[in-house]
């Protein structure tokens, strides 16, 4: 799920979609008129470890003073040691190509389903 919501500035909640899952590092890169103010993400950027990070541009991050960001998942070394593991793995063993393959097989198969069983809707991008 890539739901943005707009306030002064146009953020991306990137939980769902981000990491990869989408084929692409984050679900908003498939729609080229996007283009992010912040990005918000977790779990899938450190394989489900308790990790979460915040991602803007300088002038957004010029205005906060220190200690403004803070949460349950905040940066600790074994949650950063396992992100930067998760981001190797993904970009070495090839898993935004898999996630795209992979979902387009889904893609087929769920049409096929939708032909024998009253589904209404079918859409979506990798896995």
């Given amino acids: 799920m890539c739901l943005c919501v707009c306030f002064a500035a146009a953020s991306c909640v990137q939980v769902q979609s981000g990491a990869g899952r989408t084929g692409k590092w984050w679900g908003h890169q498939h729609f080229e008129e996007m283009n992010p103010d912040m990005l918000i993400f977790a779990k899938g950027i450190a394989s489900g470890f308790p990790f979460a990070g915040v991602a803007t541009k300088q002038h957004f991050f010029d205005k906060m003073s220190p200690g403004t960001m803070g949460g349950t998942y905040g940066g600790n070394a074994v949650a950063c040691a396992a992100a930067v593991a998760t981001i190797q793995a993904i970009e070495s063993e090839g898993m935004l190509d898999n996630a795209k393959q992979r979902g387009v097989q889904l893609m087929k198969g769920l049409v096929k389903l939708a ?7 079918v859409r979506g991008r990798g896995l």
């Fill in 115 to 121: 032909d024998k069983y009253p589904i209404i809707d």
